[in-house]
């Protein structure tokens, strides 16, 4: 009897140890918009990173307030070491600054603050998809986004550009949200570029997947750059690594020991991804992925089994 007590009980402590060890683990999720932006912010979960499910029946986290359109396109979300989740997004088709805003939560938002990243040129057309990295050696984060300013760059359209607009990518640094390191060209692959995305490959590796914008020959691919650190030095953009075109909005996950890139095809109107083990061979797995129907560009990021308990109660 003794024996057969001391086996049940070492089996429920190892059937504890699995339980905790489920209950902390990680999940996979997912910020979105819809339609133009005007709602706001949408969410969705996935265990698996390749099966998702909107939250909150698909209805809005947070609509937007600032600028004159209160738009919230492209929305990026990181968790900072601080413990919150910080965002920005683009606001408007053609203002001259992002959105930004934080919770501990994902429910509870602090006031949206307009930044003016791009107040300093006025003839600045946009500021679009901006993005947010933590630099752990500055203990810094870095937003960069994508700017058209007219007949500062030659196209390589042989003309201005797709229509008027003929992107650079810009960044600025900031340690607590209020104070902003002066705007600075961040990225200048040749060619008109949006929507970058960078990750940490290894202690001393970061990638870049960028959008080639170039409209004629028509490129709108996607393309990666690589460098020794997060703030500068990215190399010349790769070949495509897609042979998809007409697709934007890359966002970058790990998957047991596959690199994940999930894209929007937005003249197909539904979501698509790639992966790879090298970030050198590609391959396209969109038919794999499932996303709530309308889900448009946004990030991809890690949050605890806890935090989606709660989201799920909204």
Not at 215 to 224: A, D, E
């Amino acid at each position: 009897m003794k024996i057969r007590f001391f086996l049940g009980l070492l089996v429920g402590m190892l059937l504890g140890l699995g339980t905790t060890s489920m209950a902390q683990k990680d999940v996979y999720l997912f910020s979105s918009f819809r339609d133009n932006g005007q709602d706001g912010l949408h969410l969705a979960y996935s265990y698996d990173g390749y099966n998702w499910t909107a939250l909150k029946k698909d209805s809005s986290f947070l609509r937007p307030t600032v600028s004159k359109d209160k738009l919230m396109r492209d929305p990026c979300i990181l968790k900072g070491p601080d413990g919150y989740f910080h965002m920005v997004w683009t606001v408007s088709w053609n203002d001259l600054g992002i959105g930004y805003a934080r919770s501990k939560d994902l429910v509870h938002w602090s006031e949206q603050q307009f930044i003016p990243v791009m107040a300093h040129e006025p003839t600045a057309l946009n500021c679009w998809a901006p993005e947010i990295n933590y630099d752990a050696k500055t203990k810094e984060y870095l937003i960069y986004w994508a700017t058209t300013i007219p007949d500062r760059f030659v196209s390589t359209e042989g003309g201005k550009g797709d229509g008027k607009y003929n992107h650079r990518m810009y960044a600025t640094t900031t340690k607590d949200f209020k104070t902003f390191t002066p705007t600075r060209l961040f990225y200048d692959p040749g060619f008109n570029v949006i929507d970058v995305s960078i990750f940490q490959v290894s202690k001393k590796k970061y990638a870049m997947i960028m959008k080639d914008e170039t409209k004629n020959p028509v490129k709108k691919n996607l393309k990666l750059a690589l460098s020794k650190q997060l703030n500068s030095g990215f190399s010349p953009a790769s070949e495509p690594i897609s042979k998809l075109d007409w697709i934007e909005g890359p966002t970058v996950t790990k998957i047991g020991e596959d690199w994940v890139v999930y894209f929007d095809q937005y003249t197909r109107h539904k979501m698509g991804a790639l992966k790879s083990k090298d970030l050198k061979n590609w391959i396209d797995i969109s038919e794999e992925v499932h996303f709530p129907k309308g889900t448009r560009h946004g990030t991809v990021f890690k949050a605890s089994k806890a935090e989606l308990e709660f989201l799920l109660k909204q």
